[in-house]
């Protein structure tokens, strides 16, 4: 997968620009731009797409060239679903997801073109809202917390269908993985320290199964740790 962090885009992918995560996915002056007809995505190769309603911003970019992300009300101020785009594909096709309110969980998609993120309307009702795979031949699967957590978010996907993220309690939550496709969920955080108030998070994965993220260690102090099947769970200390 080919990051591209929040870049933000009027179409579908034409204005790629880097931002800090957490920012306003179209920056003001991108906003206010009409929407293009047509979008870039080689000097001299033009593909016709017609967007969803609203504003689009990018969120990731396989080697294949498809492309997911978030689109947005027309005055960016809410989301309103995610989103898939493939070379060739004449429309962005609508991911089924409901935007949980007030938080501003990211898309990533792996080379299988398997996509991740986080949804509102979980199928169990038991969790108020939940991390979810998805791709065009299987449709969405909904990845549940771990046991006794109420909500799960998914952060990233390697290409062997292994999901990192969070299961999350009130004040805290646990670095997750699931593996697909059954969607196995795994505990990766602190050993002893599952839920609050120790808070960890996985905030990435790459195709050897590696995963980085940070915790709350328990003297209460945060930390990026390192985790795989191999070394389990370790803390990077800081350089010297």
């Not at 992918?13 to 080689?42: H, M, Q």
């Not at 809202?129 to 031949?137: I, K, L, Q, V």
Request: net charge negative; aromatic share 10%.
């Amino acid at each position: 997968m080919i990051r591209t962090g929040k870049a933000s885009v009027l179409l579908a992918l034409v204005v790629f620009s880097a931002c800090d995560p957490d920012a306003n996915p179209l920056p003001p002056e991108l906003g206010r731009a009409p929407l293009a007809t047509k979008a870039v995505l080689a000097p001299t190769t033009y593909f016709a797409i017609t967007p969803l309603p609203g504003k689009l911003a990018v969120s990731d970019l396989t080697n294949a060239g498809e492309v997911v992300g978030v689109a947005y009300d027309e005055a960016v101020t809410s989301r309103t679903s995610d989103f898939y785009w493939a070379p060739g594909d004449p429309t962005v096709t609508p991911i089924p997801t409901v935007p949980v309110p007030g938080l501003d969980f990211p898309v990533r998609a792996n080379e299988a073109g398997t996509v991740v993120g986080t949804t509102n309307d979980c199928d169990q009702p038991i969790f108020d809202y939940c991390a979810y795979a998805w791709s065009t031949s299987e449709g969405r699967k909904d990845l549940y917390p771990l046991s006794d957590h109420r909500r799960s978010a998914a952060y990233d996907v390697n290409d062997v269908g292994m999901v990192v993220g969070q299961s999350i309690v009130p004040g805290g939550g646990s670095a997750t993985l699931w593996r697909l496709p059954e969607g196995f969920v795994e505990y990766i955080g602190p050993p002893g320290l599952e839920g609050e108030p120790y808070s960890s998070v996985a905030r990435a994965i790459n195709n050897a199964g590696v995963v980085v993220g940070q915790a709350k260690l328990a003297d209460f102090s945060l930390a990026p740790f390192r985790w795989s099947a191999s070394d389990g769970f370790q803390v990077l200390t800081a350089l010297q």
